[in-house]
């Protein structure tokens, strides 16, 4: 006798459907703080448009040191991913982490190109970083430091990594040059392609973030490289789909090298890092805490240390898988407006960053003058 096999019935479907949804507003504590699943789904969408443009910035930066841009671009996916998963699974915050533009900026910039640091001594340092930082972070240490440092130092940092985030992004497309003589820095030609582009793509984005558009950075992104692959012979199209190879030659993964980070001309470096991520990250986990509505009587984050040991946990990840230093970022913010209050928006910002690295190739389609706009937006957050 030949066994019948049945489908499942429209009521079976209905239970199981049910179940997967109580079982999500039990584990994500959905209800009890005020939020529906719908929510949370449209609240991490909206995180992941509107950080999604690290994929491309954080290559670009860290391509320009010398680093394997298609790497970075994984290891960038790869940072994202653990980090806003951890911080969605565990600590049940709707707040994603990613590679820090800032920090990505110190470590191309001043310690590979400007002190000259090996790239895997480099990755080394960041691995130790992230070791350091996860230790005050579980101590307490980072709190007490925040909370009895002055005010005008913490804002002078976020002042300081912005206007040399500003100069970086400005360079990019030589609409600031170095000069000869007199002051460091001068003038570029205004009127070339680079410079006109990035000019109004930073309008357009300020237009957009101004208007509550999502995405508008990466919009403003994807706009100036679909005008750069048009008009543009230095834009070629290498692609759209590829196969992460985590192991391939130009991997960065396990590269990095922790004894020559050791090296007593590094570890001030490491320290450096260390105090820039927290005025850099905790202050931003603040303000999207206050955002969410997660504060206590007190005024104190829901979960807050969970949340400061995720994003320095995700620091040890980057110097593993070779990216530049993670922190939960502001973006966090738009997918908080939109309604998120649990890790459930965080979660699924992790998931669509794993599938993004298998859209590596279209990274190369992104010239610096469409990356600029988002930095120059990012400075004006510091």
């Not at 991913?81 to 994603?96: E, K, Q, T, V």
């Not at 170095?178 to 001068?186: E, F, H, I, Q, T």
Request: glycine content about 12%; hydrophobic content about 55%; proline content about 4%.
């Amino acid at each position: 006798m030949q066994s019948q096999q049945t489908s499942p019935t429209p009521e079976v479907s209905a239970t199981q459907s049910s179940g997967l949804l109580s079982f999500l507003d039990r584990f994500f504590t959905i209800s009890q703080r005020g939020s529906t699943l719908k929510r949370e789904l449209i609240a991490g969408l909206t995180t992941f448009l509107a950080m999604v443009y690290s994929v491309i910035v954080v290559p670009n930066m860290l391509g320009a040191a010398g680093f394997d841009t298609g790497a970075v671009f994984i290891a960038t996916c790869l940072i994202a991913a653990f980090g806003s998963l951890l911080m969605g699974l565990w600590a049940n915050l709707p707040m994603a982490i990613g590679c820090a533009i800032s920090l990505t900026a110190f470590t191309a910039f001043s310690m590979v190109l400007g002190q000259g640091i090996s790239i895997p001594v480099t990755l080394g340092a960041i691995f130790l970083m992230g070791v350091v930082f996860t230790f005050v972070s579980v101590t307490g240490i980072r709190q007490w430091v925040l909370t009895n440092l002055p005010k005008g130092i913490a804002h002078g940092t976020g002042i300081g990594i912005g206007l040399f985030l500003l100069l970086i992004a400005t360079n990019s497309v030589q609409l600031i040059v170095a000069n000869d003589a007199g002051l460091p820095v001068k003038l570029g030609d205004i009127n070339s392609l680079p410079v006109l582009a990035a000019i109004i793509g930073l309008a357009a984005t300020i237009g957009l973030e101004k208007r509550g558009v999502p995405g508008g950075i990466l919009l403003v992104i994807i706009a100036l490289s679909l005008f750069g692959l048009i008009f543009d012979p230095s834009v070629q199209y290498q692609g759209f789909f590829a196969w992460p190879n985590l192991m391939s030659e130009q991997s960065l993964i396990g590269q990095l090298d922790i004894m020559g980070a050791l090296n007593p001309v590094v570890l001030p470096i490491v320290l450096a890092l260390v105090m820039t991520a927290i005025f850099d990250a905790t202050g931003t986990i603040r303000a999207v805490a206050g955002q969410a509505e997660l504060l206590d009587e007190k005024d104190n984050i829901v979960g807050g240390g969970k949340a400061l040991t995720s994003d320095s946990v995700s620091s040890i990840v980057a110097g593993a898988v070779g990216g530049a230093p993670a922190a939960v970022y502001i973006e966090s913010a738009a997918g908080t407006a939109a309604g998120g209050k649990t890790g459930l928006t965080a979660t699924i910002v992790g998931v669509l960053f794993l599938l993004m690295m298998f859209l590596a190739p279209l990274s190369y389609l992104v010239p610096d003058y469409a990356t600029a706009p988002a930095l120059m937006s990012v400075d004006l957050l510091l």
